[in-house]
């Protein structure tokens, strides 16, 4: 089992960045964390979940929704099994529970992100609020 605790949310005014983490612990047999593509998951309020950036095993490639390109960054640290947001610019629209979530290969960042598809863990959600 992976286990996947994000950490980094709060309420924010709009223009200001948040940084979210999500700590990965444990492994599945024949993979550590680093094996596995991580997205980050936006839920709003009656809205269905959607993807907002992914990275792939080892960083080889990212994804980020439309609505996030050149203000979200997605980034990870293998060493340290954190895989981090970094949101800048942030508006009412960025609102709502973040999720991180992990999927094995063969996966593709873009299944993962753009269909929510072949999630194989998921982390408990924490929640981002841009308001003035």
């Known amino acids: 089992q992976l286990q996947l605790v994000e950490s980094g949310g709060g309420l924010v005014q709009p223009g200001e960045s948040l940084r979210l983490s999500c700590a990965a612990s444990?492994?599945?047999?024949?993979?550590?964390?680093?094996?596995?593509?991580i997205g980050w998951f936006r839920q709003a309020p009656g809205k269905d979940r959607e993807g907002i950036s992914c990275i792939s095993a080892y960083s080889i490639a990212t994804k980020y929704a439309d609505s996030v390109k050149g203000r979200f960054t997605i980034s990870r640290d293998n060493a340290k099994n954190t895989i981090y947001l970094q949101m800048n610019n942030l508006t009412p629209e960025d609102s709502g529970i973040y999720y991180c979530?992990?999927?094995?290969?063969?996966?593709?960042?873009?299944?993962?992100?753009?269909?929510?598809?072949?999630?194989?863990?998921w982390g408990n959600g924490t929640p981002v609020t841009v308001s003035s």
């Open positions: 979530a992990a999927a094995g290969p063969p996966v593709t960042v873009l299944a993962m992100c753009e269909y929510v598809h072949g999630i194989d863990f």
């Open positions: 444990g492994r599945t047999p024949g993979r550590t964390q680093a094996d596995y593509a």
